[in-house]
């Protein structure tokens, strides 16, 4: 059974920083792709990044610049160091793990931002 558990999550004032880890176990496969999404109070989830197997990588455009997606494929786990964080940044970030068209999620971990 997959199993995604995040963790890194916190409270933070605007301008500082904090590192999201999503682990991944119970698998026998490599992901084509992993990534994190996240959701606001009242708002729809949305996609923050994603990084395939081969490393590339992609943002949505309001964190570009200040977030880094990164994994580590013989650990199967993904990294988002997110930097200058704003407000608008709090939510609960969930990450995913895609293969073959299908999506794993983990449960989320709370980032809270204080201006």
């Known amino acids: 059974q997959v199993q995604l558990v995040e963790s890194g999550g916190g409270l933070v004032q605007a301008g500082g920083s904090l590192r999201l880890s999503c682990a991944a176990s119970?698998?026998?496969?490599?992901?084509?792709?992993m990534g994190w999404y996240r959701q606001a109070p009242g708002k729809q989830r949305e996609l923050v990044a994603t990084i395939t197997g081969g490393g590339s990588t992609n943002y949505v455009d309001a964190v570009k610049g200040r977030f880094t997606i990164s994994r580590d494929n013989t650990k199967n786990t993904v990294y988002l160091r997110m930097n200058n964080l704003k407000p608008e940044d709090t939510a609960v970030y969930y990450c995913?793990?895609?293969?073959?068209?299908?999506?794993?999620w983990g449960r989320g971990t709370q980032v809270t931002v204080s201006s």
């Open positions: 119970g698998i026998a496969f490599s992901f084509d792709a």
């Open positions: 995913y793990a895609r293969r073959d068209d299908y999506n794993y």
